[in-house]
């Protein structure tokens, strides 16, 4: 298990350490999720919704019948990867 401890600032937020950030891959952006379990918290990363992504970058930018599937691809990544 990898495991670090960490230092709660004045405003309650903590520093994922990078080692943990790395083997989730999160990044600036991502979206996590927190659980108390007990007198536990567990954070999770959420899974990445493509079809709420494609309806975004459908809505919001070029015409459906415009977007190709390399742009497609392109945006999940890099969505995926913020």
């Not at 959420?46 to 497609?72: A, C, P, Q, W």
Request: hydrophobic share 35%.
């Amino acid at each position: 298990m990898n495991e670090k401890e960490m230092k709660v600032g004045r405003n309650g937020q903590v520093v994922i350490p990078l080692a943990l950030r790395k083997a989730l891959k999160i990044t600036p952006g991502s979206r996590v999720i927190f659980r108390l379990d007990g007198d536990r918290i567990i954070l999770e990363k959420l899974k990445t919704n493509s079809v709420k992504i494609f309806r975004d970058i459908s809505k919001n930018g070029m015409s459906i019948n415009k977007i190709t599937y390399n742009e497609y691809k392109n945006e999940i990544f890099k969505r995926n990867t913020l």
